[in-house]
């Protein structure tokens, strides 16, 4: 990624949903590692989840969708979302996660159809023509060749992998996208790829985002606003613009933006111009 880069952000559709986390407690044993955490995110809106290793952002997400049980706090979807209880099958369908790794997340011995095809048995959406319909649309969407669903995730790029693991979660139309280091994994070119995958894919959809990065540039690039997480607890807020324009307040937020920067690289060199041709 290039320079941090402020961004707008799609007008909120109808139905749009946000999501609503107040005094978030998450703990392994003695471990305490979110810490009555609260935070919003406004109908079609996307955050960026920020911090060193160890903040806690991780089990923030999971936290969310469930996959880890919270001692204390309450998660609600707000706006159209509002009434889909965690936990519910509504608020399955309605939130999906999307992981790092997509060679993880994607089970080895079965094909992409088969991956596709599984949300929505659980969910009974694959009777008839719906299937059909569901999968050749989810492929199309993540920009997926159709000749490559009855390949298994080895015979696979990264890239390949990861938009299978989108098409996975976009399938069951949700409003509100997870993503924990969606690109992490992946090649710088490739990255900047399923970047824009997102981004559009977030304006078609009005999809809402919460997005856990270690690269400030990425966040900045797909989320209007940004949390900043040291110690399992939020220490900072700010939107993308005041992230780009550098100079925060908060120190753990300029520690993250001067590892940015350290990281950045530099522009390569312009060629020089050829040597003028003799009249
Ligand atoms: N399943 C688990 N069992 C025990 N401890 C855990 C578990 N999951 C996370 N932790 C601990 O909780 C803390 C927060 O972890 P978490 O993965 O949420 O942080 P993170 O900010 O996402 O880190 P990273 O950026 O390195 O992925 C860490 O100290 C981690 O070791």
């Known amino acids: 990624m290039g320079a941090l880069s402020a961004v707008g952000g799609p007008p909120p559709v109808p139905g749009a949903t946000g999501l609503a986390v107040t005094g978030l407690r998450v703990a392994f044993g003695d471990h305490v590692a979110v810490d009555d955490l609260s935070f919003t995110l406004p109908p079609g809106g996307s955050l960026g989840l920020v911090g060193g290793s160890g903040s806690g952002k991780s089990s923030v997400l999971r936290a969310v969708c469930g ?39 994607l089970h080895p011995r079965q094909t992409v ?23 050749e649309r989810a492929l199309a969407e993540v920009g997926l060749d159709p000749g490559l669903r009855f390949r298994y995730p080895h015979q696979l790029s990264g890239g390949q992998r990861q938009r299978v693991a989108i098409a996975r979660a976009l399938i069951l139309e949700p409003n509100l996208l997870l993503l924990d280091e969606p690109t992490s994994a992946l090649d710088a070119s490739v990255q900047a790829e399923v970047l824009n995958l997102l981004d559009a894919l977030r304006q078609r959809r009005g999809l809402a985002f919460v997005m856990v990065s270690h690269d400030l540039a990425v966040v900045a690039h797909l989320c209007e606003d940004l949390v900043v997480m040291a110690r399992g607890r939020v220490v900072d807020r700010l939107g ?39 009249a």
């Open 67 to 105: 996959l880890v049980r919270a001692q204390a706090g309450q998660v609600a979807l707000t706006g159209g979302g509002a009434g889909a209880a965690p936990g519910s099958a509504a608020f399955r369908r309605r939130v999906q996660m999307v992981f790092q790794d997509p060679y993880g997340s």
């Open 113 to 135: 159809d088969r991956q596709l095809a599984e949300p929505l048995a659980i969910h009974r959406l694959d009777r008839g023509a719906a299937r059909e319909a569901r999968i």
């Open 240 to 278: 993308a613009a005041a992230l780009a324009a550098g100079g925060a307040a908060c120190a753990e937020t300029r520690a993250l933006q001067e590892a940015a920067a350290g990281f950045r690289r530099p522009a390569p060199p312009v060629p020089a111009p050829p040597p003028a041709m003799p």
